[in-house]
């Protein structure tokens, strides 16, 4: 494995992810959203188990709140994310979701109290104006209600993002891993309970989709880039970000027919500006340093 191999299978990996839009949207076509949620967890939840059942047993108990804390964090964004979808094209779900470049600085700021840097305040003004962009309708900036879910996802992702952040500090990842992905099947029950009928998928497009999310998403897609990113720079993995919503845009348009307004086409341009501008400049220092060096 070398650096190039490490960058095709995180690129990978986030195309691979980033197929849960052209899914989700499938699967629900007939289907609620806490049971596809739920359905996929619990069995992308065996799978990896089944794989790494050595550490199935390595876990107390401050790293299973850990896991319920992510889970029900991760849980909040998946499900905002799919009532979203339910109304919003995935295109412009997957660019809508390119705002975590601002959410994640943002709550970083307020949790450790710090000011952002320069580069994060220029990609969150070229963000916000990218979002402006995707919303426009006619001639003004407005929101559908399955934009404002998506984007209070992207809150709640955020929030994922800093707890995953905490117990990465104190907890074994893998296990980390596991366990939060039974926590998210199992809040996703306990709504599928009160909000939807409990039944199993009833035909194959249901069980394809749900299978695909979840060996071909979370499986798969979550698995294969810790392996990639061994190999290559954190900077280098943040521009390969663009991967997951690119993949989301080509897959709606080919499968799912959906248009790309010149709109929608600016505003992705200056999200995914602001998605790679701030890893392309660190890896530039980065690799400057190293030449020095």
């Not at 494995?1 to 899914?23: C, H, N, P, Q, T």
């Not at 889970?71 to 919003?88: D, N, P, Q, S, V």
């Not at 402006?132 to 809150?155: A, C, P, W, Y």
């Not at 707890?163 to 996703?188: E, G, P, R, W």
Request: with cysteine.
């Amino acid at each position: 494995m070398d650096e190039r191999k490490g960058e095709i299978l995180v690129a990978l990996a986030l195309s691979l992810r980033a197929s849960s839009l052209l899914f989700g949207k499938i699967a629900m076509r007939t289907m609620g959203p806490f049971l596809t949620i739920a359905f996929r967890f619990t069995i992308a939840f065996v799978i990896i188990a089944i794989l790494f059942r050595k550490k199935i047993t390595k876990v107390d108990a401050r790293t299973l709140l850990h896991c319920a804390l992510i889970g029900i964090t991760f849980f909040l964004a998946m499900l905002t994310e799919m009532m979203g979808l339910k109304t919003t094209p995935s295109s412009v779900t997957a660019f809508l979701e390119g705002m975590v470049v601002v959410i994640v600085p943002a709550l970083s700021c307020t949790i450790y109290r710090h000011l952002p840097d320069k580069i994060t305040v220029i990609s969150s003004v070229l963000c916000l104006i990218g979002v402006g962009f995707l919303t426009l309708k006619g001639d003004r900036i407005g929101f559908t209600s399955g934009e404002l879910l998506v984007l209070s996802g992207t809150v709640f992702y955020g929030l994922s993002v800093i707890v995953t952040d905490i117990a990465a500090k104190h907890d074994d990842l893998m296990v980390v891993s596991i366990y939060q992905l039974l926590f998210i099947a199992i809040f996703a029950y306990i709504g599928a309970f009160f909000f939807e009928e409990i039944r199993l998928p009833q035909s194959g497009t249901e069980w394809g989709a749900v299978l695909a999310l979840a060996i071909i998403c979370s499986c798969v897609g979550f698995t294969i880039q810790p392996f990639g990113q061994k190999y290559i720079t954190p900077e280098r993995a943040g521009i390969l970000a663009v991967f997951n919503p690119l993949t989301a845009a080509v897959l709606g348009v080919l499968f799912l027919h959906e248009k790309m307004t010149p709109g929608i086409i600016i505003g992705a341009i200056l999200i995914l500006v602001a998605i790679v501008l701030p890893a392309w400049i660190k890896d530039r220092a980065s690799r400057k340093d190293q030449t020095r060096n």
